[in-house]
């Protein structure tokens, strides 16, 4: 059950509608997915735009509707960042965005993606995921 993979989410336009500065109403069904994949082990990175003031009040926003994360904007709790000796990007396993490509395809979908672990690939101007795609049938020996 303990996956112990960790996903970095965003705030604005992913977790709730995009306001920014302000805070947005809730997207559907953000938060429950957020505490299921909490439960079934995943580790949940905040990992925003936002910082100072805003960035706190996101914390808290989360923290008010179920959701303590085990890092804000790092790759672990606990870790200092040093522009010196470190990189900025986050280790995580998965990005979850509502710029990626192909947009925001909605939180039930996204937990579908990360629990039926659905790969994608470009075709021609399309975003397709290898799950849903036809598999074309081998020719061998046997079949």
Request: aromatic share 14%.
């Amino acid at each position: 059950m303990l996956h112990n993979k960790k996903i970095a989410v965003d705030f604005d336009g992913t977790i709730v509608d995009d306001a920014y500065p302000a805070i947005g109403k809730p997207k559907i069904f953000a938060f429950e997915t957020l505490k299921k994949l909490q439960s079934e082990g995943y580790r949940l990175i905040l990992w925003t735009y936002r910082h100072g003031k805003t960035l706190d009040e996101a914390v808290e926003f989360c923290k008010k509707n179920g959701i303590e994360f085990y890092a804000v904007n790092s790759s672990f709790e606990g870790e200092v960042f040093d522009s010196e000796t470190q990189s900025r990007k986050l280790d995580a396993d998965w990005f979850i965005d509502d710029r990626n490509l192909g947009g925001f395809p909605g939180w039930g979908e996204i937990y579908n993606i990360i629990q039926e672990r659905i790969e994608f690939r470009v075709e021609g101007k399309e975003v397709l995921a290898y799950s849903k795609l036809k598999k074309e049938k081998k020719k061998g020996l046997f079949w």
